[in-house]
């Protein structure tokens, strides 16, 4: 018998296309019955997918609460100022712009806010685990200001200094001779706590501007489980859909001496009409995380992180800069197995119902697209319920399909396991039916 998930409340009203309705349901059930490891991902409460899923999406409201550019903005107003004044609130910032369709587009609206072209950034190297937006070859960034890279520190065999963390003497000799107009904190793969204090300093001592790009810590910033950059940095950004929790955006916030120049960059520098659906999920996201029980997912989050890590360790794998401290774990995977590549055991992977991404790891010999290590979050799982039992297993059972990777009838066998698992934690108990 197989069970079929309804993906939305409004699940109905796509009856009458029933291609795209099959779809959304072959996905409600992928997301239900294998295990969601990708460090970026997490399930969104019922409220937020309402809200994203609204009549919202019909309305034009071009411009900022007040100072809309087409008429009957009335309600829309204050939805968005609703989304503003729960978002100041959360994170204790002066000032706040959700109206950025993506992490993308808040990262691009800051530069070009703050700098003129051909400045200066300082950021992560993307072998190191920064952003595309951060100065990759393939990102407009790269064209429109002049990118230069700090990275981690080498590994080392002592295991009370693992290495592979924020090298700040590298970071602080780069910043003194290239004088950057702006420093970015902020990594896509990174599983240690990044301390903003560090980067003020040294952006005090150059004269530089700070973004704290928070795109997968803002949950755990919300939550009270990492300290929080605001206040410290000029303009923080992030995305909402990853250890947040809510939908599919971005947002900025800073202290009231940016606003101005935030908000024109967002639009009309950037983009036009806002999502105001989303805003609204934004909304309700925002005071999601305001609650006490999100500053205990966020602590379930980090701890969950940690059993994974210690399974993952016990199966032989090396972990990037020696465990960790979020909701990640960066993977070597030369130490398990010389021969195995991050493509292949992404692929592996899959099939025996674990979604996780291949991850460049410091000073990779491979290439991004083949990769010696893997990247695994612990948000969206943390988020149907598991707690440190359930990711102890699923460390084995990754170390279990690996090791058995040639051999169909292991990958099967783990795939069972990963079914059984899932049915314990339903992400959408309320809206699946049978
Ligand atoms: C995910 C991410 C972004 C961008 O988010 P999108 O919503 O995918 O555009 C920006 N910066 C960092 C560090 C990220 O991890």
Sequence with gaps: MTTVHAASPFDEWLAGDPEVARLLGEE????????????????TSPAVLAASGSILTNKYAEG???RRYYGGNQVIDEVEDLARARCTALFGADHANVQPHAGANANLAVYQALLQPGDTILAMRLDHGGHLTHGSPASITSKVWRFVSYGVSAAT???????EVIDFDNLADLARRERPALIVAGSTAYA???DPLPFRQIA?????LFLFDAAHPAGLIAGGAHPSPVGIADVVTFTTHKTLRGPRGGAIVCNEAHAKAID?????GLQGGPLEHVIAAKAVAFAEASRPEFAQYASAVVANAGALAASLAEEGFRLVSGGTENHQVLLDLRTFDEELTGKVAQEVLDRAGITCNRNTIPDDPRSPFITSGLRLGSAAQTTAGMGTDEFRLIGSLIGRTLRGRDDEATIAAVRAEVRELCAGFPPYAALSRS
């Design 157 to 163: 065999d002592d295991p009370d200094k693992p290495g």
């Design 204 to 208: 005090d001592e150059v004269g530089a």
């Design 192 to 194: 240690r706590i990044i």
């Design 64 to 66: 900022y609460p007040g």
């Design 28 to 43: 409600a059930d992928r997301q239900s019955t294998t295990l969601q490891l990708i460090a970026s991902e997490n399930f």
């Design 264 to 268: 024109s960059a967002v639009f009309p």
